[in-house]
Nanobody, 116 residues
Framework: QVQLVESGGGLVQAGGSLRLSCAVSGIIFSINTMAWYRQTPGNQRDVVAVITSGGSTNYADSVKGRFAISRDNAKNTVYLQMNSLKPEDTAVYYC??????????WGQGTQVTVSS
């Protein structure tokens, strides 16, 4: 199985930056794609950024040009660099791994709060 642990959330002023990290452990070769999602109270969990096993990336329109997803295979870590943060980026951010057998794995989430 695969385990995910997020870190790097916190409080930042609008216009600032944060970098989230997702440490991956377990059967890593079973992973197909990895992604970051975010969720606000009462709303569904929405995808923010995706990175495939081949390194291709995709972003939600709301974060294009501001966020960047990347991974360090040597450290088994996926990152989300968030720049030019806006109050509407405030959410709990979750790391996700989609495994080749169809199983979806989630981290515990990390809170990001952007003050205006």
């Amino acid at each position: 199985q695969v385990q995910l642990v997020e870190s790097g959330g916190g409080l930042v002023q609008a216009g600032g930056s944060l970098r989230l990290s997702c440490a991956v452990s377990g059967i890593i070769f079973s992973i197909n794609t990895m992604a970051w999602y975010r969720q606000t109270p009462g709303n569904q969990r929405d995808v923010v950024a995706v990175i495939t096993s081949g390194g291709s990336t995709n972003y939600a329109d709301s974060v294009k040009g501001r966020f960047a997803i990347s991974r360090d295979n040597a450290k088994n870590t996926v990152y989300l660099q968030m720049n030019s943060l806006k109050p509407e980026d405030t959410a709990v951010y979750y790391c996700n791994a989609d495994l080749k057998n169809g199983v979806r794995v989630w981290g515990q989430g990390t809170q990001v709060t952007v003050s205006s």
